[in-house]
């Protein structure tokens, strides 16, 4: 039986332009037509389907999306209704390496050394979660967090993000549409951490959420880790994985606390972001592919 890599999608809105990139024209060649591929069923974007299967020579890939598993009446940003659908599903689906891909804001330390990001995307498997409900009170959201979860992703995955990647995959990026980044990249390191803000879903208070929980990471961790991005749902995909290596890849939607000026309420900015996921996550599933065809990943 080939192993199964399974790919987990944050909102019904990233996961569109994420296949459409998986099954367009920027695909690398090698990589297959899916060969399931399905849409939500009802008008409010809920199937118990996985969204698309691919079926590669030496592994098979399975892309969800957790909006589509969640109640219908339960808000799309719902840490607790996160956590209850997906470790049945993962166990259903039995996959050797876990991808979580969720749109995601920048930091001041990724900043400082390269400016605006919009539109890269950002590969770790570090995970930091911030109980932020004390910033929403009316959230119905009251899950426990794990507040630092390790790299166990083997480190051949992170090499196969190198130079000759990264050209590939950037000149399909495409530009974010507000401050976009003057030298989109692609870039994968283990220590690489995702900052998760759970427990919140009013947007209205991301700001100040984000914020307390960079900091709260730059006071116990920051000269030990990178904080990469900042979003609301890596570190609950990686709960839900347990033992389950989790790596995640971020796009880049908006610059540190410039969510209100970078994330146009049409949706481009997230469209292009998950797009330029898509373009990286089919490049690394070739490769992927490959290190299982010479028995070299240990996955």
């Known amino acids: 039986m080939k192993p199964v890599v399974e790919i987990i999608v944050n909102k019904n ?3 569109e332009p994420f296949l459409a990139a998986m099954n367009g024209k920027t695909k690398p060649e090698s990589f297959p037509a899916p060969y399931i591929l399905h849409s939500p ?3 409010k974007n809920r199937m118990a389907s996985c969204r698309a299967e691919y079926h590669l020579e030496y592994m098979n890939v399975i892309v969800r999306c957790i909006q589509d598993l969640m109640d219908a009446e339960k808000h799309a940003s719902n840490s607790e209704e996160k956590y209850r659908v997906l470790p049945g599903y993962i166990k259903a689906d039995n996959p050797s390496l876990i991808i979580s891909v969720s749109t995601a804001e920048s930091t001041p330390i990724i900043e400082k050394e390269i400016g605006s990001q919009n539109g890269s995307v950002f590969i770790g498997g570090t995970f930091y979660m911030f109980d932020a409900h004390d910033y929403d009170q009316g959230s119905p959201s009251h899950l426990s967090v794990i507040e ?8 051949a995955i992170y090499n196969l ?3 000759t990647f990264r050209e590939t995959v950037l000149g399909k990026f495409i530009p974010a549409v507000n401050a976009p980044s003057r030298k989109m990249t692609c870039v994968a390191d283990p220590d690489f951490v995702s900052i998760g803000v759970v427990n919140v879903i009013n947007y209205e208070v991301y700001t100040k959420a984000d914020t307390a929980a960079y900091n709260e990471f730059m006071r116990k961790y920051g000269t030990r880790y990178t904080a990469a991005t900042i979003e609301t749902t890596h570190g609950i995909v990686r709960m839900s994985a347990g033992n389950v290596p989790t790596l995640f890849v971020s796009p880049i939607t908006d610059r540190y606390n410039h969510f209100k000026e970078d994330v146009d309420p049409e949706g481009k900015q997230n469209s292009i972001a998950a797009n330029n996921a898509g373009v990286a996550i089919a490049e690394l599933l070739v490769r992927l592919n490959n290190l299982y ?4 990943c240990p996955c």
């Open 13 to 15: 809105w990233e996961v």
């Open 41 to 43: 069923m009802d008008p």
């Open 148 to 155: 630092l979860q390790k790299n166990s992703v083997p480190d």
């Open 161 to 163: 993000v190198g130079k």
């Open 293 to 296: 065809d010479s028995r070299t």
